[in-house]
């Protein structure tokens, strides 16, 4: 069964350090997503992407992360100054459409980013 | 942020019987309702989804009922399974892109 893939699936940064999770989507998924969850909090929302451009961030979303789909199948989160508080496990998910469509949004093992 | 409730942090059920676990959602723009067991160290895994033009969905042992009115959502596995231990998580949104999670409801299937 086709499933997304993660790596790595731990990464350890200093603050202050450039950190780049990377995902494979479902090779026949249009709509990628990256969510995080804290440890002891809800998994939360980060931003949508489709077409090679971003359709939908949260407040979370800030100057600091970008995303880019490089190539045909790799989808990768980039923080570029990590703060402590961004650690948590970062899943990446992927949906083959949008409503009324197939929008199940199947997800990754996740990325553990722990910043020290 | 407190847009989707579950207000059940644990349940337990013996082997054999129906599980029910519930949802609650303060949105009433939420349209699109999906459910995610998680076991730890792993990414959700994708059960059952349903939408608003609908109020019951069923894939084998899991049925999702949706009350629009109420704003409430339930998931049964009947009958439930040792190996549906696990903790599930329901989530909404208003236009399929952005999903709202809940804290989730560790299940205990008791054999």
């Known amino acids: 069964e086709p499933e997304v893939t993660q790596t790595p699936s731990h990464q350890v940064t200093q603050m202050g350090q450039e950190v780049i999770l990377r995902c494979v989507p479902i090779?026949?998924?249009?709509?990628f997503y990256w969510y995080r969850q804290i440890l002891g909090q809800k998994v939360e929302f980060l931003v949508s992407?489709?077409?090679?451009?971003?359709?939908?961030k949260s407040e979370i979303f800030d100057d600091q992360f970008s995303v880019e789909r490089p190539d045909g199948s790799n989808f990768t989160l980039k923080i570029r100054s990590t703060k402590l508080e961004d650690s948590a496990m970062y899943f990446c998910?992927?949906?083959?459409?949008?409503?009324?469509?197939?929008?199940?949004?199947?997800f990754g093992p996740g990325t553990r980013l722990t910043v020290t | 942020d407190q847009q989707v409730k579950q207000n059940s942090p644990s349940l337990s059920v013996q082997e054999g019987r129906i599980s029910i676990l519930n949802c609650d959602y303060t949105?009433?723009?939420?349209?699109?309702f999906l459910w995610y067991k998680k076991y730890p160290a792993e990414g959700p895994t994708f059960l059952i989804s349903?939408?608003?033009?609908?109020d019951k969905n069923e894939d084998g042992r899991f049925t999702v009922f949706l009350n629009k009115s109420a704003k409430h959502l339930s998931l049964h596995i009947v009958p439930s399974q040792p190996g549906d231990s696990a903790v599930y998580f329901c989530?909404?949104?208003?236009?399929?892109?952005?999903?709202?999670f809940g804290t989730g409801t560790s299940l205990t299937v008791i054999p």
């Open positions: 090779s026949n998924h249009l709509y």
């Open positions: 989530a909404a949104s208003a236009t399929g892109n952005q999903f709202y």
């Open positions: 949105n009433s723009m939420f349209d699109y």
């Open positions: 349903i939408s608003s033009i609908k």
């Open positions: 998910a992927s949906s083959a459409d949008r409503p009324p469509g197939q929008y199940e949004q199947y």
């Open positions: 992407f489709y077409n090679n451009e971003i359709s939908e």
